[in-house]
């Protein structure tokens, strides 16, 4: 397979993943009667067997994509996780630190442009990290966190290793993956300002990530990277909008 093929299969299997994800999520009604017959099953109150429900689809759709990618691109498991150097430390620090930098100044510039901008409200707005606000405080770094890790197999091992495999330079490849990645964050908000937030979150992410893989020649730095990254920033967000306040209220991603 070469690399327009391969990435048109990229496209088309994120594509599904994330239409599929989005299926039960699209109508508030629908949400409801899912919550209620998933209750009626479980014993669970309908939000909180709601947001398992769409944790767990997630997850599997997106191991599925990982699985088929993984596959056509002819890349083992070991392959897309890869053996970290021995510098991989000293890089996922320097990597927290340049994120973090590029976070606070995209959200800076948001606040510039928008003082009365309300950023940790939009987050806990954007409907899977509700959802996930319906169950016990520990999940709130659990189900990130394993969001965090499958999207990074995907995007960082099975599309950016996978379009090296098929004959992409790394230039291309991180480009890609890190433009699909950002793509498939935004189709999941609904306002502007979430779609900003989680659209530079992702860039920033997507980018450094790709450079981690470069840098250290395995996946898991990067996985860490944004496993810590979505579950902090989800708790700072609950927590940053929870808390009453008189001023507009500022969240340094």
């Known amino acids: 397979m070469n690399v327009p093929e391969y990435a048109c299969l990229c496209i088309v299997t994120i594509a599904g993943w994330l239409a599929l994800y989005r299926l039960p999520f699209g109508d508030p009604a629908r949400r409801r009667r899912v919550g209620l017959w998933l209750a009626d099953r479980t014993a669970l109150r309908p939000e909180v067997a709601f947001a398992l429900f769409g944790t767990v689809l997630y997850l599997l759709l997106g191991a599925s994509a990982l699985a088929l990618l993984g596959a056509f691109a002819g890349l083992s498991a070991g392959q897309i996780v890869g053996r970290p150097s021995v510098g991989a430390i000293p890089a996922l620090l320097l990597a927290v630190c340049g994120t973090s930098s590029l976070n606070i100044l995209c959200i800076s510039l948001l606040y510039r442009a928008d003082p009365r901008a309300d950023v940790p409200g ?29 999207e990074e197999l995907v995007f960082r091992g099975a599309v950016l290793l996978g379009l090296g495999a098929a004959g992409s330079g790394f230039v291309f490849a991180a480009a890609f993956s890190t433009v699909l990645f950002a793509i498939g964050q935004v189709v999941l908000v609904s306002t502007r300002v979430q779609a900003y937030v989680l659209g530079t979150s992702s860039l920033a992410l997507g980018t450094v990530g790709s450079l981690l893989v470069a840098a250290t020649g395995s996946v898991l730095p990067a996985l860490a990277l944004h496993m810590s990254f979505a579950g902090f920033y989800t708790n700072l967000s609950a927590s940053s909008s929870a808390r009453p306040s008189t001023a507009p209220r500022r969240l340094s991603l």
């Open 122 to 150: 939009e987050i806990t707005r954007v409907q899977w990290i509700a959802s996930i606000l319906y169950l016990p405080r520990h999940f709130r770094w659990v189900i990130p966190a394993a969001a965090a890790m499958v």
